[in-house]
């Protein structure tokens, strides 16, 4: 069975500095996906960025960037020019490849609690 | 906003008893997935169900189950209600099948008094 583990239950960042938030995932799969949710207070899951295995390149979306180390099975998430909006807890989550079209289970791993500092 | 709706967002009940949660998934989204969120526990994988039919089964209980309508709305009974049962259920439906996305509720913040 997969598993992704994130070995940092908190993190914090001053306002307007990097903070990179650190994943791993175990998998006997090639092809797969890779994601990071935003859990706010709100409580709302909203996805942050995604990226697919069989893509070298890393995914960023605006201030948010992966570093994603196939061989090393690492899945890391660089927020810059961090906000006050972006605290909350971070949870990146797998997903194994196509299989069938139907089944598209997502595992995730236990969270990282983000904090902003003004 | 997701799009997706659940209902109610928030539940108090007592031990032993029953309740259901309900999910409207997105407009054309097929899939609707059930995962429970507790602090100890993390978000784990209950339920998946795909145009009305059970396709994969997580850490789910006995005691729970759920169910998708031909108007693909679903909904996750939970019975014989313990303690440990307390946490948040989120639904999930998913649209394009080759982003892999999940789109989530808002969640139901089930209490068991």
């Known amino acids: 069975a997969q598993t992704v583990t994130q070995s940092q239950p908190e993190m914090s960042v001053q306002e307007a500095e990097t903070v990179t938030l650190s994943c791993t995932y175990d998998t006997s799969e090639s092809d797969y996906y890779l994601f990071w949710y935003k859990q706010p207070p709100s409580r709302q899951m909203i996805l942050v960025i995604r990226q697919e295995a069989y893509k070298q390149q890393n995914a960023t979306e605006n201030r948010f960037s992966v570093n994603f180390q196939k061989a090393a099975k690492s899945f890391s998430l660089k927020i810059s020019d961090s906000q006050l909006g972006d605290a909350a807890m971070y949870f990146c989550?797998?997903?194994?490849?196509?299989?069938?079209?139907?089944?598209?289970?997502?595992?995730f791993g236990k969270g990282t609690l983000l904090t902003v500092n003004p | 906003d997701s799009g997706v709706t659940q209902t109610p967002k928030h539940l108090i009940t007592a031990t032993g008893q029953r309740v259901t949660l309900r999910c409207s998934p997105r407009s054309g989204d097929l899939s609707v997935y059930w995962y429970q969120q507790s602090l100890d526990q993390g978000l784990q994988f209950l339920i998946q169900?795909?145009?009305?039919?059970?396709?994969a089964k997580g850490n789910i209980l006995e005691r729970f189950s759920a169910q998708q309508f031909p108007d693909l709305h679903s909904e996750l009974n939970l019975s014989s209600l313990e303690l440990g049962d307390s946490a948040l259920y989120f639904c999930?439906?998913?649209?394009?099948?080759?982003?892999?996305?999940?789109?989530f509720g808002e969640g139901s913040r089930l209490t068991v008094l």
């Open positions: 169900y795909y145009n009305g039919e059970e396709r």
């Open positions: 999930a439906t998913a649209t394009d099948p080759n982003t892999g996305e999940l789109f």
């Open positions: 989550a797998y997903r194994g490849g196509n299989s069938g079209g139907s089944n598209y289970k997502l595992t």
